[in-house]
């Protein structure tokens, strides 16, 4: 079966950091680019960052750029986000998301986690 | 970045009846790279439409996109219980890819 995983979530204080994982399984992981959308609680979606299958390409959000650090692992099939200096709006749940077609980078994605809860707050 | 806007926020249909859901975007979307997503409560979302128009793997022939440009559509057919739903719109052509707001699907 095709599926992502995600872990590391919780609750954390403002300005401190977080490490997100998602171990996927199912599929040749290092033929795909991999993506991190959020959902704040009661909120729509949004994209925060994307990773080419080699790590070539690699993509922020905005609001995220400078502070959250996308990689990796293609030996362990996983992705993970670093994130520092957390605000509360950053508060959400992260999914893990896997790109439709193999080696490209401009597709929709086609296999969802449940998702990870990231909560920032004193 | 592209601005995706969907209509109407709410759409309150009962079963067997069709839905017209609509996704306008800020600037035109590069080669149909438009897709739409169904969320469930409690779920994630699921891939229903990718390039407006073609369908997911699995994915019922109630559903169909279409549109091009800046004008997209999501159409089903005959509403079943299980499609009452949130939908999002997705433009991937252009970075940062965006989502639209969603409109919700309730039964009336």
């Known amino acids: 079966e095709v599926q992502v995983v995600e872990s590391g979530g919780g609750l954390v204080q403002p300005g401190r950091s977080l490490r997100l994982s998602c171990a996927a399984s199912g599929f040749t992981f290092d033929d795909y680019a991999m993506h991190w959308v959020r959902q704040a609680p009661g909120k729509g979606l949004e994209w925060v960052s994307g990773?080419?299958?080699?790590?070539?390409?690699?993509g922020y959000a905005d609001s995220v750029k400078g502070r959250f650090t996308i990689s990796r692992d293609n030996a362990k099939n996983s992705l993970y986000l670093q994130m520092n200096s957390l605000r509360a709006e950053d508060t959400a749940l992260y999914y893990c998301?896997?790109?439709?077609?193999?080696?490209?980078?401009?597709?929709?994605?086609?296999?969802w986690g449940q998702g990870t809860m990231v909560t920032v707050s004193s | 970045e592209i601005v995706l806007t969907q209509s109407p926020g709410t759409l309150s249909l009962s079963p067997g009846e069709r839905a017209t859901l609509s996704c306008r975007a800020s600037q035109s979307v590069s080669s149909t790279y438009l897709a739409w997503y169904q969320q469930k409560p409690g779920q994630a979302p699921r891939l229903l439409i990718y390039g407006a128009s073609s369908r997911a793997t699995g994915i019922p022939d109630r559903f169909s996109g279409s549109g091009s440009g800046t004008d997209f559509t999501l159409t089903i057919s005959r509403l079943e219980p299980e499609d009452f739903a949130v939908y999002y719109c997705q433009q991937y052509g252009s970075s940062p890819q965006t989502f639209g707001q969603g409109t919700k699907v309730e039964i009336k």
């Open positions: 990773i080419s299958w080699s790590s070539g390409t690699i």
């Open positions: 998301a896997k790109l439709s077609v193999s080696g490209g980078w401009f597709n929709a994605f086609d296999i």
